[in-house]
């Protein structure tokens, strides 16, 4: 599999003329299919690939990892670009996605407008499904492990008023290899432990080259704050260190001061992947 980074909130030193934004897109090239998840929040994403030799056009099909702007948005310009491909996410009631703090409300979620204007290029999943052969969505994630803190800050409405985000919008893509699996967080707002768990509890004994996406360790990104103290953060490098993985790509939400403490206790089984690094996995 090649991994390219098409949007991430930092990039490549060298690669100033690729846009970044607080959002994530990541490519995938396997098993002769070309795979889209993510697609940030604007068209940054497409801008992006077409200098990095990604052919948003001849991608075959995409997967929205959770209803966050950050994720989702930038979908409307691939659907334009990309006139074949179904995007898969969860399905979910009519819901309104906020980010809350200190008085400061935002709206945070999917564009609206896109559910009905391609509705027909829509394909809503809510259980595990193989997309394609090999390629799975999991809906029914692990709740082993507490949530990430930094969900504090996220809240729904769906009508009954505002209530904290229990991430039932989220899903796992996983992709079976012959030689082991990549597995796709997205956010991992339900925590990473638990997206790693599920994978696991469905694929026995099989082993997992890559976990890929953001961990959500972050508090307030504006601020690059840390969604929990350096002890507990610790602590979940010290559980992913004992997991059955060989490396772990991450950015995003994960959060800078956050990932330089996951770093300190994975060593090189974790790597930064910015807006414009490639990987063969």
């Given at each position: 599999?090649?991994?390219?980074?098409?949007?991430?909130?930092?990039?490549?030193?060298?690669?100033?003329?690729?846009?970044?934004?607080?959002?994530?897109?990541?490519?995938?090239?396997?098993?002769?299919?070309?795979?889209?998840?993510?697609?940030?929040?604007?068209?940054?994403?497409?801008?992006?690939?077409?200098?990095?030799?990604?052919?948003?056009?001849?991608v075959d099909v995409a997967i929205i990892s959770h209803r966050h702007h950050d994720h989702c948005n930038g979908i409307t310009h691939f659907?334009?670009?990309?006139?074949?491909?179904?995007?898969?996410?969860?399905?979910?009631?009519?819901?309104?996605?906020?980010?809350?703090?200190?008085?400061?409300?935002?709206?945070?979620?999917?564009?609206?407008?896109?559910?009905?204007?391609?509705?027909?290029?829509?394909?809503?999943?809510?259980?595990?499904?193989?997309?394609?052969?090999?390629?799975?969505?999991?809906?029914?994630?692990?709740?082993?492990?507490?949530?990430?803190?930094?969900?504090?800050?996220?809240?729904?409405?769906?009508?009954?008023?505002?209530?904290?985000?229990?991430?039932?919008?989220?899903?796992?893509?996983?992709?079976?290899?012959?030689?082991?699996?990549?597995?796709?967080?997205?956010?991992?707002?339900?925590?990473?432990?638990?997206?790693?768990?599920?994978?696991?509890?469905?694929?026995?004994?099989?082993?997992?080259?890559?976990?890929?996406?953001?961990?959500?360790?972050?508090?307030?990104?504006?601020?690059?704050?840390?969604?929990?103290?350096?002890?507990?953060?610790?602590?979940?490098?010290?559980?992913?260190?004992?997991?059955?993985?060989?490396?772990?790509?991450?950015?995003?939400?994960?959060?800078?001061?956050?990932?330089?403490?996951?770093?300190?206790?994975?060593?090189?089984?974790?790597?930064?992947?910015?807006?414009?690094?490639?990987?063969?996995?």
């Open positions: 599999m090649i991994l390219t980074s098409l949007i991430d909130n930092k990039r490549l030193n060298h690669r100033s003329d690729l846009a970044i934004e607080r959002g994530l897109s990541i490519h995938a090239s396997t098993m002769g299919k070309s795979i889209l998840f993510d697609a940030g929040s604007s068209r940054a994403f497409c801008d992006n690939a077409a200098l990095l030799n990604v052919d948003i056009k001849e659907l334009e670009e990309n006139l074949k491909a179904q995007v898969y996410l969860r399905e979910c009631e009519d819901t309104h996605y906020f980010f809350k703090t200190w008085g400061f409300k935002s709206d945070v979620g999917l564009n609206k407008q896109l559910l009905s204007k391609a509705s027909n290029r829509l394909t809503f999943i809510n259980k595990m499904t193989e997309i394609l052969p090999n390629i799975f969505i999991i809906t029914d994630l692990s709740h082993q492990h507490a949530q990430p803190k930094g969900n504090q800050y996220l809240f729904t409405d769906a009508g009954d008023g505002c209530k904290p985000d229990t991430f039932d919008h989220e899903l796992l893509l996983v992709i079976k290899e012959e030689d082991g699996l990549i597995v796709f967080t997205g956010c991992a707002h339900n925590g990473v432990l638990n997206m790693i768990d599920t994978a696991l509890n469905h694929f026995p004994n099989t082993r997992i080259k890559a976990v890929v996406g953001g961990f959500h360790l972050v508090g307030l990104p504006l601020f690059n704050s840390m969604g929990a103290t350096k002890k507990q953060i610790e602590d979940v490098g010290t559980l992913m260190l004992d997991l059955p993985v060989d490396k772990f790509y991450t950015g995003h939400c994960t959060g800078m001061k956050a990932y330089n403490i996951l770093k300190g206790v994975l060593g090189e089984r974790l790597e930064y992947f910015p807006t414009g690094r490639s990987v063969n996995i």
